[in-house]
């Protein structure tokens, strides 16, 4: 994407109209629909504790168990713990779980996620060590697709290996060649079929084979570079109705490690110990009652779902992320219910309202991870809103009518010389047409409003789990793995030295359905 000249003549040529995106027959400017989705999308700016993932980890979780096996790396925690979903929404689905929702139906855990990091990141290093820990000892193989294929190549490897899981390195690069090169430009139509099960087939007079899949489904997780990112998929591509079929998460560099603390990771002794107590909760997750069986929903999760998506109008509605995304999210909340409910351990109980909360916490930092990274495609526009802002609020607040001429008087002689005659009002006419959202560009405390019915029902739940978490998490996960037969001394030795409770009191939280 670059962008050109000056002398804009309306406010979306101040913003937008100047930004131009490749195709295969050149290069053209957005369409009007385009620009009205990036105006929404620089309604909010997430700030970067929006990303931390620690804190969507349950307390005493094997999650929780994943983040202190990457302490004493600089490795993203995002990177692990997602890499650990996406294997458990995989394993899930080769399995056999679905969601059974009445007049819905079928739900499959078929989550399609990319995660976006710096370069250096370990990325790869990160998926390598959570496969090496979940390959272990007896627990169960995934099934996983060949990548690199060209399009004739790709559907033969699905209709083989159909409902595998789908690990995809550097997948910037991999979609570029999707949505450009000849060779694989059916892998875009099929995969839009696929996310729905709908039959995708070859029908080429060159294929003597006429592969038909009649209802196609795979798990994905892809990994990439996000400076990268935006060269390999401009913004149209980013809009349009395939890269929107994926959740995205941003894993942001580690606020209290960095490349120097750590010459080598996972170094000494005690790192196989904890791989193998890993190994073994990963096992005994696996082999838990219901595990891989239909999953069922109790009484309270579809009406505290319901409320939790009416809360998003007032917070992630027409001034965020476009409709398509927060739906497919949205969805994408039914998937996880399962996911986490087996992570948690619970998979022979019907899922409760524990790991509804959870769900749509997950979907929320997909909200805000997607957002990021589609402001990223206009990082200089962004920032020269972000003055006018800025400005604006500051003559607001002085009682001040919020003009062209007051807001260029509230500007630093520095910051004047970078706006062209009019160019400042043009600004605040585009800002105008984002409606109701008087946190621009703050950390948005407005990005997490609930209202007030579905507020006090979290918080009340809130109260309640936190009190007990980390107890009823670990003993959940101690019970599973003695159903396993007795734990290995090593793996009892290293959970003592872990601090780890051993006397756990039951205790009850009937409005959850959890205990």
Not at 156 to 183: C, M, P, R, Y
Not at 219 to 248: E, K, N, P
Not at 481 to 510: I, Y
Request: net charge neutral; aromatic share 8%.
């Amino acid at each position: 994407m670059n962008t050109t000249g000056k002398n804009p003549t309306s406010a979306d040529h101040v913003l937008l109209s100047e930004l131009t995106v490749k195709t295969r027959k050149g290069t053209r400017r957005l369409t009007r629909s385009e620009r009205e989705a990036l105006i929404q999308m620089l309604a909010i700016k997430a700030a970067p504790e929006e990303f931390d993932i620690r804190s969507l980890i349950p307390k005493g979780s094997f999650l929780e168990r994943i983040v202190r096996h990457f302490e004493d790396t600089d490795i993203s925690y995002a990177l692990p713990i997602m890499h650990v979903v996406m294997i458990a929404a995989s394993f899930l689905t080769q399995n056999g779980a679905c969601l059974e929702v009445p007049g819905v139906g079928r739900v499959l855990p078929t989550l399609w996620t990319i995660g976006l990091a710096g370069s250096g990141s370990s990325k790869t290093l990160a998926s390598e060590e959570i496969d090496r820990i979940v390959s272990r000892g007896d627990a169960p193989s995934l099934n996983r697709l060949a990548t690199g294929c060209t399009d004739a190549q790709w559907i033969v490897e699905l209709h083989d290996n159909n409902g595998a899981f789908w690990f995809q390195d550097e997948v910037g690069k991999t979609f570029k060649s999707i949505l450009t090169e000849g060779n694989y430009r059916r892998i875009k139509p099929w995969c839009l079929d696929v996310y729905s099960h709908k039959p995708i087939a070859n029908r080429l007079k060159s294929e003597r084979n006429k592969l038909v899949i009649e209802r196609p489904y795979f798990t994905f997780h892809g990994l990439t570079v996000v400076d990268t990112w935006r060269s390999d998929i401009d913004i149209t591509s980013m809009l349009d109705g395939f890269c929107q079929r994926f959740g995205y998460y941003v894993a942001v560099p580690r606020d209290d490690a960095d490349l120097f603390d750590h010459f080598l990771y996972f170094e000494g002794e005690r790192v196989e110990l904890r791989r193998n107590a890993l190994s073994d909760t990963w096992e005994a997750l696996c082999a838990q009652d219901g595990a891989c069986d239909p999953y069922t929903l109790n009484d309270e999760v579809l009406p505290f779902l319901r409320a939790w998506w009416g809360s998003l109008r007032k917070s992630w509605g027409q001034s965020a992320l476009p409709a398509s995304f927060i739906r497919r999210i949205g969805f994408a909340v039914l998937r996880y219910l399962m996911i986490l409910h087996f992570l948690l351990g619970k998979s022979r109980r019907p899922i409760d309202v524990e790991t509804a909360d959870l769900a749509t916490r997950f979907a929320e930092y997909h909200f805000v991870s997607a957002l990021n990274i589609v402001q990223q495609y206009d990082q200089p526009n962004t920032s020269r809103i972000q003055i006018i802002s800025d400005a604006s609020t500051r003559v607001s607040e002085a009682g001040k009518a919020v003009t062209g001429r007051e807001v260029s008087r509230a500007l630093s002689k520095q910051q004047r010389a970078q706006f062209d005659k009019g160019e400042i009002a043009e600004i605040l006419s585009v800002l105008n047409q984002i409606e109701e959202m008087p946190g621009l560009f703050d950390a948005a405390s407005d990005a997490r409003e609930k209202t007030s019915a579905i507020q006090a029902r979290r918080d009340e739940i809130q109260a309640r789990l936190l009190l007990n978490e980390r107890k009823r998490n670990e003993r959940r996960l101690r019970e599973l793995r003695r159903g396993q037969g007795d734990m290995p001394a090593t793996s009892r030795d290293l959970e003592a030295d872990n601090g780890l409770e051993g006397n756990v009191v039951q205790f009850h939280l009937p409005m959850t359905g959890t205990e």
